[in-house]
């Protein structure tokens, strides 16, 4: 069976720090790979998502980048966090599109 | 691009009464439509999907229902119980291979 593993679990980084949040997914091959924020109390925000290595696509211009070296393996980064990077990031991946997405267990960053 | 609405933002109702959700989305091309339980603090988790080619679907307490042509689709969950206490997010396809949320409902089950 698939499974998403995402890393770390919370993270406390001052602002100006940078930032690698991994996701790394199981059990499937070329999936289609998404980073999503949540801020408290929000929807979803599509940061980027991926159909294949080296593929990124961006939904909103940021402070953030994403990079999909391996097959299962996705990648956000920042060479300088803003206090308004704080909240929850989610990984998500689907077999293709029009299937159904699954999230990991997600990252609540903290920006002091 | 898509763009998906959500109502209401937050819902109570009694345990055994009735509940649903409503989303609206702008783009035609959307044809597939996953709903997604949000514990606090956890991941989202899928529990009913639609595609464009079925008007209902239903799984237990739980179904969703899709009109194409005026572009909206609703959650329905009977008998609620207090473990349905959660926020629930309706989603659409995009044109590519993204997907557009709604803003969330946050549903709470009296007891």
């Known amino acids: 069976s698939q499974t998403i593993h995402q890393w770390p679990a919370t993270l406390v980084q001052p602002v100006g720090s940078p930032l690698s949040l991994e996701c790394t997914v199981e059990?499937?091959?070329?999936?289609?790979l998404y980073w999503y924020r949540q801020a408290a109390g929000r929807g979803l925000q599509l940061l980027f998502y991926?159909?294949?290595?080296?593929?990124i696509s961006s939904e909103v211009p940021q402070n953030l980048s994403a990079s999909r070296p391996q097959d299962r393996q996705f990648i956000l980064s920042s060479k300088k966090l803003l206090l308004s990077d704080s909240g929850f990031y989610l990984c998500?991946?689907?077999?293709?599109?029009?299937?159904?997405?699954?999230f990991g267990d997600g990252t609540r960053l903290s920006i002091l | 691009g898509e763009n998906v609405e959500q109502h209401p933002s937050t819902l109570s109702v009694q345990e055994g009464d009735s509940a649903v959700i409503k989303c609206t989305y702008s783009?035609?091309?959307?044809?597939?439509f996953p709903w997604y339980k949000q514990e606090l603090g956890k991941r989202p988790q899928l529990i009913i999907d639609?595609?464009?080619?079925?008007g209902e679907k239903k799984d237990q307490r739980i179904a969703v229902t899709l009109n194409k042509t005026a572009k909206h689709f609703s959650l329905h969950i009977t008998e609620t119980q207090p473990e349905d206490s959660a926020v629930y997010f309706c989603?659409?396809?995009?044109?590519?291979?993204?997907?557009?949320f709604g803003t969330g409902t946050s549903l709470t089950v009296i007891p």
């Open positions: 998500a991946w689907s077999p293709d599109i029009d299937q159904p997405q699954h």
């Open positions: 059990g499937t091959s070329n999936p289609n």
């Open positions: 991926s159909v294949g290595i080296g593929q």
């Open positions: 783009d035609s091309a959307s044809n597939y």
């Open positions: 639609i595609r464009s080619n079925v």
């Open positions: 989603a659409a396809s995009g044109t590519g291979n993204q997907f557009y």
